[in-house]
């Protein structure tokens, strides 16, 4: 079971969703499970459509249902959360960084550090 990223946006290509799958991922493995101790963290990746028991997030230009929203989720019909990235709604990019920086949540500013590696930058593109 995991979150399935699936590209219908014209900002962004498949290798560059697949990219930022990629760094979420890792993210949540190495990062976000050794914090809170989660044992069996959720896996993140690219697809054109999510399987049974996965939870489809969809990149796309603009999301009619909360216009000039970054994100928007819902409960689909079969009770499995899902959600919408705006990609063209916002004046940032997510861009794949590996050389980014964040301070772990065990050791904030020790030799510990590890990488994030999609954030949030400011751009005047879409992607």
Same mark, same amino acid.
């Given at each position: ?10 900002? /962004? ?5 697949? %990219? ?23 896996? /993140? ?10 939870? +489809?997030?969809?990149?796309? %230009?603009?999301i009619p ?10 409960v689909q ?15 940032y990019s ?11 949540? /065990?050791?904030? %500013? ?11 930058? +400011? ?5």
């Open positions: 079971m995991g979150i399935v990223l699936i590209n219908q946006s014209s900002a /962004v290509t498949a290798t560059e969703v697949a %990219d930022i799958a990629q760094a979420c991922h890792s993210q949540l493995q190495n990062e976000v499970a050794l914090a809170w101790g989660i044992k069996e963290p959720l896996t /993140v990746t690219a697809a054109a459509s999510a399987g049974p028991g996965s939870y +489809p997030f969809f990149l796309v %230009d603009s249902e909360a216009p000039g929203a970054l994100a928007y989720h819902w019909n079969n009770g499995v959360p899902a959600g919408k990235i705006g990609v063209k709604t916002t004046p997510l861009r794949y960084e590996p050389t980014c920086r964040v301070p772990s949540p /065990v050791q904030p %500013d020790g030799p510990n550090r590890k990488n994030f590696c999609a954030r949030l930058a +400011p751009s005047t593109s879409p992607i």
